[in-house]
């Protein structure tokens, strides 16, 4: 059986995403593939059970089985970080092990999610490379890449990790400078010693919000079109200006996120005219019966938020970069990005797997 580690140095760099996919490959080549998160970053309750959003997510859609009380053994919380602090917990590497012996019987691969960065799990005694010895694992580092001196990451990975680094995946490449990464950036990175086993460019799809994300991020509630809060807002406008030109203004980008104040409905006619995904209602103001039935008409949900725009608008920034992977939309244009930019064959080489 082989391990198979992914891991990264800065949160949200697509790990889980990467995991996924991966996942679904693996199981198209007809392995039997077993996943574990060891440590959690999400915790969620499930069934009475304390486990990982996106350890659950994952472990469901590829239809894994795997018991809830073992996808993710170490979900943190502020009650278990107490515990660790008052010294009544210990030997957490054991409990990660035997969750991990449990899961992987019968398994061919073993796909173990990272959490966070490197350093993610240290008050536990199981960072990341801790974790690498303790399932003697294969690590697949995955990197976000927002300069030149992103690959750095890559040599401090190798020096963690050692002989576990079997390669790394490239994601987020800005669409200016993908042509200049494959051309002189992955080429230095292979003169290292490194296989590039994948870069991945940056698309809009994957790094959009989901209209239910805002709505429950933002506490608000939606007012109608229920039925579409999977649609995906891939860009944010405020609506502060004349109606005349709010039009010219929304007419300039679609699969959007209006955000306006509830007293104004000229602006929010502007928006249900114009491509719009939902619209962010500030003040606790509801529309009025005319906007509501327009939203209905045209089908975009209205989500009324008690906070002012300027504060809506602050928290969206603290959301974006954070893109969670559920969505079935997310999760084919993944793929697609996935099969076109990563090299599956010899990731399986490297792993010393046969493919079909």
Sequence with gaps: MITLFIVSPQPYSGKSLLSLLLGMRFLEEGKRVGYIKPVGLSPVKVAGICTDDDAVFINNYLDLKGPLDLICPLPITSELVNQIIQGKIKDLAKKVREAFDGLSVGRDIMLVGGAGSFATGFILGLPSPRIAELLDAKVLLVIRYDSDLSVENIFFARELFREHLIGTVINSIPRDREEYVR??????????????????????????????????????????????????????????????????????????????????????????????????????????????????????????????????????????????????????????????????????????????
């Design 183 to 356: 051309k002189s950036v992955l080429p230095y990175i292979e003169s290292t010693g490194v296989n590039v086993l994948g870069a991945i460019p940056s698309d809009e799809t994957l790094n959009s919000v989901s209209v239910g994300e805002l709505a429950d991020y933002l506490g608000g509630q939606v007012l109608c079109c229920e039925d579409r809060l999977d649609e995906l807002c891939e860009r944010f406008m405020i609506g502060a200006m004349n109606v005349e030109s709010a039009l010219r203004y929304f007419r300039k980008a679609a699969n959007k996120a209006v955000i306006t104040g509830g007293d104004r409905p000229d602006i929010q006619l502007a928006a249900l005219e114009t491509p719009t995904k939902c619209v962010i209602l500030s003040g606790n103001l509801y529309p009025t019966a005319v906007i509501l039935a327009k939203a209905q008409e045209v089908g975009v949900p209205m989500i009324l938020v008690s906070e002012d725009t300027l504060s809506i608008v602050q928290r969206i920034e603290s959301l974006l970069g954070k893109p969670k992977i559920k969505g079935e939309k997310k999760i084919q244009r993944g793929r697609e990005l996935f099969m076109k930019n990563v090299d599956f064959e010899r990731l399986c080489r490297v792993l010393g797997f046969q493919m079909k």
